[in-house]
């Protein structure tokens, strides 16, 4: 056997440019429901890659009907509308407030970081409720673990009716609350509702779940349609959240159980301006849609909705993961000014072009500029500074057309 060594050959890797799978479609729906009997654990999550995998824990629609619960129904939703996401189930005690579990579900959540965003059913809180627990799951959930360095990009909650008529002019503005992750959801499936009396009043955060985690980060859940359809329906000139072979979402209701439409448009857009996310249809097209992506937080904010949050978010990830390598390295100085030298300016640029361009090609962001101010003394107590502008996508909410005769064209 040869002992000489006249060429060595190492093995490289990364030069095809592959990436690992995004996980911007990883949610969590924490529910308040029974567990006896189940393969799960209250407050442990575990990871549904189909509906199958729910099933196979015992979660199907013979569980939803025996229990009065819709656990089954928001699972099969964010499937059937985002069947590529990864839901993670966190089942919690019932019979109690969303504010009550916050903190009991906060370690499953620090052990499982792919989760971005969060859907809350089952729990007693109404509408009644929801002008004071935005704010608590805002400080209680949000709040603290962006004090880790871990983005939520967004946690719904169900908006369900109280048993009385949902009225635009007195229902509370979320505008006014300080929970800029933070959304309420109060549309409803007429034909779900109808199943038992026990769902008059729920709310479809399941089918919210669905329509964000099938978008891309910088898409408004409202869209008429997407820019990735799942296989099935590609080609479709839209992504409505009907399908009229299931017999869902034929309509749509508001959680009190009134039809959508039966509301002026005058208290619709009050309902969007108070930051409430409903169903409605357009006149004279098919399909039910949702009606925007409005947060808990005054309108003039930057983070005043969904897709902003996720951008903004995802950008923050993407900054994160290229600068830590350079934590505690060496920072080369200018001999004669004692400032930082432009070798390490341009290493540190360089990375961060390199991981923001990643959102100019996935078509999330519109631009970027990084600028690093070289005139800096850095030590144990001085953080660098870094200034990153990310130029947004905008959402087109309506358009206004001139339409008219002429003779001739010009």
């Not at 579900?105 to 009644?128: E, H, S, Y």
């Not at 299931?246 to 508001?254: C, R, S, V």
């Not at 390295?329 to 290493?347: M, N």
């Amino acid at each position: 056997m040869a002992q000489l060594k006249g060429v060595g050959v190492n093995k490289l890797d990364g030069g095809l440019g592959r990436r690992n799978p995004s996980t911007d479609n990883v949610v969590a729906l924490v529910a308040a429901m029974p567990v006896v009997g189940l393969g799960v654990n209250l407050n442990e999550a575990t990871e549904l890659l189909q509906i199958s995998d729910a099933e196979t824990l015992g979660i199907d629609a013979a569980y939803d009907a025996n229990n009065t619960v819709l656990v089954y129904h928001h699972i099969s939703e964010i499937f059937r509308l985002s069947p590529d996401a990864t839901v993670y189930l966190i089942p919690t005690a019932t019979g109690v407030s969303v504010s009550d579990i916050l903190a009991d579900i906060l370690p499953t959540i620090r052990a499982n970081q792919d989760i971005k965003g969060f859907g809350f059913v089952g729990f007693n809180d109404t509408l009644n409720d929801m002008a004071t627990k935005v704010e608590a799951v805002q400080t209680g959930l949000v709040n603290v673990l962006l004090s880790e360095n871990r983005y939520v990009d967004f946690a719904l909650l169900e908006g369900k009716g109280s048993g009385v008529n949902i009225a635009a002019n007195t229902i509370a503005d979320l505008r006014e609350k300080n929970a800029p992750q933070v959304s309420v959801v109060i549309a409803q499936d007429p034909n779900i509702a109808s199943i038992d009396a026990a769902y008059n009043n729920y709310a479809a955060v399941g089918s919210v779940l669905g329509m964000i985690s099938v978008r891309s980060v910088n898409e408004n859940i409202g869209s008429v349609n997407i820019k990735n359809k799942p296989f099935i329906k590609r080609g479709a000139p839209d992504y409505s959240l009907t399908d009229s072979v299931l017999d869902i979402w034929l309509d749509a209701n508001l959680s009190d159980g009134n039809l959508a439409q039966s509301l002026s448009r005058t208290d619709l857009k009050t309902l969007t301006n108070k930051a409430y996310i409903y169903a409605s249809s357009f006149e004279g097209y098919g399909g039910i849609f949702l009606s925007n992506s409005p947060t808990a937080i005054e309108k003039s904010s930057d983070y005043g909705f969904i897709e902003n949050n996720r951008t903004w978010n995802k950008a923050a990830r993407v900054v994160r993961q290229a600068l830590i390598p350079e934590v505690k390295g060496v920072v080369k100085k200018d001999p004669q000014t004692g400032f930082i030298k432009s070798t390490s300016i341009s290493r540190w640029e360089g990375l961060l072009n390199s991981s923001m361009e990643q959102m100019i090609i996935d078509d999330e962001i519109s631009g970027f500029d990084i600028y690093i101010d070289p005139k800096q003394y850095v030590d144990q107590e001085t953080a660098l500074k870094v200034k990153v502008q990310v130029v947004k996508d905008d959402i087109v909410h309506e358009f206004e057309v001139d339409l008219g005769y002429t003779k001739q064209i010009q």
